[in-house]
């Protein structure tokens, strides 16, 4: 198995940035695909980003292209959701997960999970 811990949230003003973290241990990270949801107050979990296990693809939830970009270090066993031109709707509950072979849409077949990090994105 696989603990994840998640950080570098916060609240910030529409328009900024930040970058959110998930360290991984207990297993090797390259053997696990990764991703991040989040869960706005009263809204269901909904899928924001994934990456591959060598990093070599990615996935991005629509209403965030062009603003978020996922990536990972291997070295370090993290992976990053850096988060650009925050609006007030990205405000939620950010979580990271880890999978050994899904790395889709859908919350359910992800078998790991961090407790998340807040984002408040204020207007």
């Known amino acids: 198995q696989v603990q994840l811990v998640e950080s570098g949230g916060g609240l910030v003003q529409a328009g900024g940035s930040l970058r959110l973290s998930c360290a991984a241990s207990g297993r090797t990270f390259s053997g696990y695909n990764m991703g991040w949801f989040r869960q706005a107050p009263g809204k269901e979990r909904d899928f924001v980003a994934a990456i591959s296990k060598s990093g070599g693809s990615a996935s991005i939830r629509n209403s965030v292209l062009g603003r978020f970009t996922i990536s990972r270090d291997n070295a370090k066993n993290t992976v990053y959701l850096q988060m650009n031109s925050l609006k007030p709707e990205d405000t939620a509950v950010y979580y990271c997960?880890?999978?050994?072979?899904?790395?889709?849409?859908?919350?359910?077949?992800?078998?790991?999970w961090g407790k998340g990090t807040l984002v408040t994105v204020s207007s």
């Open positions: 997960t880890a999978d050994a072979t899904y790395s889709g849409s859908s919350d359910s077949p992800w078998d790991y």
